[in-house]
């Protein structure tokens, strides 16, 4: 077996790592995060909300199932770089069509191996989201460095209309009852899956879309995608959203959706200090009392404090972890909002019942 290249992993703050070379031979730069979940990397990476991120994987062997066609959440991998224990080039999965390595290779993203993931995760935890770099074919620190200083910072970084669709396309049976627009920051497959197994037909529209423009399909409601980046600099869909509103007709929002949902309403938003990322983070329903596991992925949430003195805006999700807002609705308008992933791929599906209560939200509005 030919041995594996070396590789450098360099954080913003100074930490050196020395691992092996996986996927791409290369130099790639991003915002460092990781992901608590055992399983579904290969949707991970196919997130749009990871665009301009390197990812830490926090179980140790990924990989050891393959990849699959079908198990894609966008077309093609949005992370910038992989970071793992074990990053396996084997697989089990007699369904798989592909090596991890061979994956990543024909992605082209540059990843490091053989990394103390629990202790990077635990520096992360500690001194907060940072960018890094991690090369396989520049080894010499110095120049790395330089190469990281570069690398512009997350924080008032609009990345949404990079991810987002050119082209107008459209998901379900043209002749279901319901139309959605949605507004697309970095859609999810399975978000618009859910929808259109639910009785929509739904329209995908660029992110920079006008209400006007919504407006052609005759929707019956609106929908505000995940995505990656900042969502302050995003005035451009703020406008809209505030639009949309005027409208009284349904609008649900996921994750950069929720976070945008909150600024048309004048609630600020923040940068966190780690974010959220993973599949098993306890949230509670304030309007049920019940709670429910879900997947995650933000690094900005909503301002508690401003959400709380609001007059128009009402809390209906909270995280039972820190407290962090996880759900908001408009008072007096058809129109909420969550900070989390109902649709959960990977993920339990405890929180599904929320594209319910949008379709059902449209159907009292229609009748």
Known sequence: MTPLKPAVLLLEDGLVLHGKAFGKIGTTTGEICFNTGMTGYQEVFTDPSYFGQIIIMNNVHVGNYGVK???????????????????????????ATASLQEYLEKEGIVSIEDVDTRALVAHVR???????????DILDVSLLKEELRRTPSMNGLELASEV??????HVGDPNAAIRISVLDFGVKHHILECMAERGAYVRVHPAK?????????????????????????????????????????????????????????????????????GLNHPVKNIITGLCEITTQNHGFGVDP????????????????????IEGIRVKGKPAFSVQYHPESTP?????????????????????
């Not at 198990?71 to 084997?90: A, H, M, Q, T, Y």
């Not at 987002?164 to 396309?169: A, F, I, L, Q």
């Not at 309403?265 to 780690?274: C, E, G, L, R």
């Not at 929320?354 to 009748?367: M, R, T, V, W, Y």
């Open 209 to 277: 879309t006008s209400l006007h423009e919504l407006n052609k399909f005759e929707p019956h409601g609106y929908f505000l995608s995940n995505g990656p980046g900042d969502p302050a600099p995003m005035n451009y869909a703020v406008h809209t959203i505030k639009d949309i509103l005027k409208t009284g007709k349904p609008m649900f929002g996921i994750c950069l959706g929720h976070q945008l949902l909150a600024l048309a309403n004048d609630i600020p938003t923040f940068k966190m200090h780690h974010g959220h990322r």
């Open 305 to 324: 404090e401003a959400v709380r003195a609001s007059d128009h805006i009402e809390i209906t999700h909270v995280n039972l972890n820190d407290g962090s």
């Open 69 to 95: 066609d079908t198990d894609v959440e966008s077309k093609g991998v949005k992370i910038k770089g992989l970071i793992g224990r074990n990053l396996e080039p084997r697989f089990s999965r007699i369904q």
């Open 126 to 136: 500690q001194k907060g989201a940072m960018n890094c770099i991690i090369s396989s």
């Open 164 to 169: 987002s669709t050119k082209d107008v396309y």
């Open 347 to 367: 993920g339990p599906h405890d929180s599904r019942y929320l594209f319910d209560d949008f379709i059902n939200l449209i159907k009292e509005h229609q009748s």
